[in-house]
């Protein structure tokens, strides 16, 4: 059986290839930037209704609007707007009780004709549930049928032969995204918000405070300037951070003492010292709401400074906790 020769470099065959990819790619750009332009306080009015919601957003679409409707439900739940996508079709067999008031629904339709659609909107005109939608057309019964109807603007799909929603699934995708981080923008949704809603996976990890994984105050190996060395190795020994800081009365941190001061002193009668003669001044420290990544980079000497394993954690000058780089690497902060 003969097989087609996969396009050469220049060849005719691979000129198809990039000038079908471009043209794609081109058609469903410029289809951005129409929709862009012709947003209006429409926009606005949508987001005040979504925002309005006490339960969730519901986004319903039939086909590629479907698949589109499934991602802007897990962006908006991501962004911290509680949304869930609900299928027209499963909709008509009892999933219209995922629906609830104080809820809202989102519609995606190119057409806004989709005939699996009308049991959801017109349970949603039954019960006052607020009604938004996405649709190419302005006359469709979606459009008459929403308290607030996007309308996208009327450019060519980019399947050559006008068909496959291409363009259209582009201007709902990134409107979509344009929603979210609307809403996310409004309630002021901070990094540490996403972080708690992706705990997981490698977004998270980059996220961690150093607070999160830091050892608490019950932990620090703390002594007074004036402490012996031998008390101070006895703290150093037993709190196992290979450190210990040296704090004034006032609690400030003063210093640190860490094995390499242990080292460089160790011929000058180092248990005859006291430790305020061994400590290094002015320790680098942490703050608690930096991000542990930061404190990684720290440790690891990424600010031109020498490596180290362990920063005390301060507020005010006063330590509040120790990080280990063990730490973070317990935790996948890499």
């Known amino acids: ?34 929709l862009a332009a012709a947003l209006d306080s429409g926009f606005s009015r949508l987001l005040d209704m979504l925002a309005a919601a006490t339960g969730r957003i519901t986004v319903t679409g039939m086909g590629k609007a479907g698949h589109v409707a499934r991602k802007i439900a897990a ?19 009892g999933d219209l009780g995922m629906i609830a008031p104080g809820d809202a629904v989102l519609v995606l339709s190119n057409s806004g004709d989709t005939a699996e659609l009308s049991d959801i909107i017109a349970y949603a005109r039954r019960f006052a549930i607020p009604l ?23 450019v060519p799909e980019a399947c050559p032969m006008g068909l496959a929603p291409t363009t259209s699934t582009t201007m709902m995708l990134a409107l979509g995204d344009a929603v979210a981080i609307a809403l996310l923008d409004r309630k002021g949704f901070s ?50 951070f290979g450190c210990v800081g040296i704090a004034g009365a006032d609690g400030r941190l003063q210093g640190i003492i860490t094995d390499g001061d242990l080292r460089r002193h160790m011929a000058k009668g180092l248990l005859d010292l006291r430790a305020a003669d061994v400590m290094t001044d002015s320790p680098m420290t942490i703050r608690g709401q930096a991000l542990a990544a930061e404190a990684l980079g720290v440790m690891n000497g990424v600010r031109n400074t020498r490596p180290v394993t362990s920063l005390f954690v301060v ?11 063990h730490d973070c690497l317990r935790a996948g902060v890499v």
């Open 1 to 34: 059986m003969e097989t087609a020769d996969r396009a050469q470099p220049g060849s005719p065959g691979q000129d198809r290839d990039l000038a079908a990819a471009t043209r794609v790619l081109r058609l469903e750009s410029e289809g951005l930037i129409a």
């Open 75 to 93: 962006t908006l739940s991501s962004t911290g707007t509680p949304a869930q996508f609900v299928h027209p079709g499963e909709a008509s067999h």
């Open 132 to 154: 938004a939608a996405m649709t190419r057309s302005a006359g469709s019964a979606l459009a008459e049928a929403a308290d607030v109807a996007i309308i996208l603007p009327q």
């Open 191 to 240: 990094a540490q918000d996403f972080r708690v809603l992706h705990p997981g996976g490698s977004l998270g990890r980059k996220l961690l405070r150093v607070a999160d994984i830091m050892h608490g105050a019950e932990e620090l190996p703390l002594c007074p300037p004036e402490t012996p060395m031998a008390e101070a190795i006895l703290v150093m020994t037993n709190r196992r």
């Open 315 to 325: 507020e005010d000058g006063r330590p509040v906790g120790i990080l280990h780089i």
